[in-house]
């Protein structure tokens, strides 16, 4: 397992169209989080999960918003009728209960 | 507001300078973390600081955690341009929720050579 893996990298999408990113995380992790990234800013925190489990979710994860992890591995983020606003690197990470959090190379969102 | 507030917000050196950058908060942290970013790439962990006074080094890079855990900061001693990268600090807050690390904004350094 050489980390956390993100797919795709870039995507470029139509405004209202909706996308999906996939997380994997590394395997013996059980939390997994997503953040959110735009330019000059540090990663703001989206939604974590433990196992299976939907812990939290931001005030920043409006309902246009969705993140599962059904089988407590890898995870999906879907964005539902893209705004130009949701332009930004959205960030998966990992980590074994509450030790260091490794992230992954991130998904570059683009909405055009 | 932010939570944890980082200086300098850029800085620009030239290879061989010493530099520090500083992360600072009103709220005690549990943990706090170092990572740095490139361009395009998510955050690498550095190091993570999780006693009060704790200094860690990793080869030229000096990390220290305030007294208080509601600080900390990070030496570089010799810079090189490898050095160049977004440095993040991330904590825990003491209390707060267990799966929400807050990110200051990072220092942008530059290490011309």
């Known amino acids: 397992d050489t980390g956390v893996s993100q797919d795709p990298r870039h995507k470029i999408t139509k405004r209202g169209q909706n996308v999906t990113f996939r997380c994997d995380p590394i395997?013996?992790?059980?939390?997994l989080y997503w953040y959110r990234q735009t330019l000059g800013q540090g990663p703001e925190f989206l939604t974590y999960?433990?196992?299976?489990?939907?812990?939290?979710k931001s005030r920043l994860l409006s309902d246009r918003f969705s993140a599962e992890r059904p089988k407590g591995s890898f995870s999906t983020l879907e964005i539902q009728r893209t705004e130009q606003g949701d332009s930004a690197m959205y960030l998966c990470?990992?980590?074994?209960?509450?030790?260091?959090?490794?992230f992954g190379q991130g998904t570059r969102l683009t909405v055009v | 507001t932010q939570l944890l507030e980082q200086s300098p917000q850029f800085l620009s050196i030239q290879e061989g300078e010493n530099l520090t950058v500083y992360c600072n908060s009103s709220?005690?942290?549990?943990?706090l973390q170092w990572y740095r970013q490139e361009p395009g790439e998510g955050p690498v962990l550095l190091v993570t600081?999780?006693?009060?006074?704790e200094v860690k080094k990793l080869k030229r890079l000096t990390f220290q955690f305030g007294d208080a855990r509601k600080d900390s900061s990070l030496h570089i001693t010799a810079a090189q341009p490898g050095d160049t990268g977004l440095y993040l600090c991330?904590?825990?807050?003491?209390?707060?929720?267990?799966?929400?690390?807050?990110f200051g904004k990072g220092t942008k350094l530059s290490v011309k050579p």
């Open positions: 990470a990992s980590s074994r209960d509450r030790t260091e959090a490794f």
């Open positions: 395997s013996e992790h059980n939390r």
């Open positions: 999960f433990q196992n299976e489990a939907q812990l939290e």
């Open positions: 709220s005690v942290f549990s943990s």
């Open positions: 600081v999780v006693t009060g006074g």
């Open positions: 991330a904590g825990e807050v003491y209390g707060g929720s267990q799966g929400n690390l807050i």
